[in-house]
Nanobody, 123 residues
């Protein structure tokens, strides 16, 4: 089992920045990829960004390219999401995720979820 603990959400004005952190504990050596999904009220849970644990290859949704940066600290088993130039449409609950079966995160391939952290961007 792997436990994912998130931190860093909050309320910020449009144009501001936040950094999310997610630390994995437990049997982390099987993780192939980690990343972040987000879910706004009444909408599906969508992938924001992920990172391949072995070589750091990253993926970003088109909506966040150029504004968000995902990174990892292997020694701390931690993944970060630096979010800059935030927009009101970025408002959502952000979920950390890890997969032991795929190098690319999709909802059906997520092995472990974090509890979620609220990000609210005011206009």
């Amino acid at each position: 089992q792997v436990q994912l603990v998130e931190s860093g959400g909050g309320l910020v004005q449009a144009g501001g920045s936040l950094r999310l952190s997610c630390t994995a504990s437990g049997r982390t050596f099987n993780n192939k990829a980690m990343g972040w999904f987000r879910q706004a009220p009444g909408k599906e849970r969508d992938l924001v960004a992920d990172i391949r644990w072995s070589d750091g290859t990253t993926y970003y949704a088109d909506s966040v390219k150029g504004r968000f940066t995902i990174s990892r600290d292997n020694a701390k088993h931690t993944v970060y999401l630096q979010m800059n130039s935030l927009k009101p449409e970025d408002t959502a609950v952000y979920y950390c995720a890890a997969s032991t079966v795929s190098y690319r995160l999709q909802v059906d391939w997520v092995s472990f979820w974090g509890q979620g952290t609220q990000v609210t961007v005011s206009s």
